[in-house]
């Protein structure tokens, strides 16, 4: 059922890391000067998006640095905190179409457990 300006809400938002480190610093970062096409993977996941006409239902956001630069770029899909790493374009196009349309986390693409755990809740702190 649409809502009154017929904007569904999102099924899946994908955050995007732009974080980009100076030139000649040692950290790597998810868009990079040595990375040409890392530079224009948020482009391209907007562009699949609407070429598969789902743009309406799966909304690209750029996010500042999401804490694992070592395996970037990286994407977090929402729900599911679903962590993808070393992207390129081609694997995007499969997230799009395996995990967003398909329903199945590519699981080959996915951060490793080591570097990803289970969250811990914020009330279990305190």
Not at 65 to 81: A, D, F, K, S, T
Not at 99 to 104: K, S
Request: glycine fraction near 8%.
């Amino acid at each position: 059922m649409m809502n009154m300006n017929g904007m569904p809400q999102p099924a899946f938002y994908i955050f995007k890391c732009q974080q980009s480190a100076p030139p000649g610093m040692p950290k790597p970062s998810c868009v990079s000067q040595n990375n040409p096409e890392s530079q224009e993977l948020f482009q391209h996941l907007g562009q699949e998006l609407m070429k598969k006409g789902i743009i309406a239902t799966t909304l690209p956001i750029q996010t500042g640095c999401l804490g694992r630069c070592q395996q970037g770029p990286v994407i977090l899909v929402e729900p599911g905190h679903t962590m993808y790493v070393n992207l390129t374009k081609e694997r995007i196009d499969r997230i799009i179409e395996e995990h967003i349309i398909g329903g199945n986390v590519v699981q080959e693409f996915v951060i490793d457990d080591s570097f990803w755990g289970e969250p811990i809740s914020p009330a279990s702190l305190v």
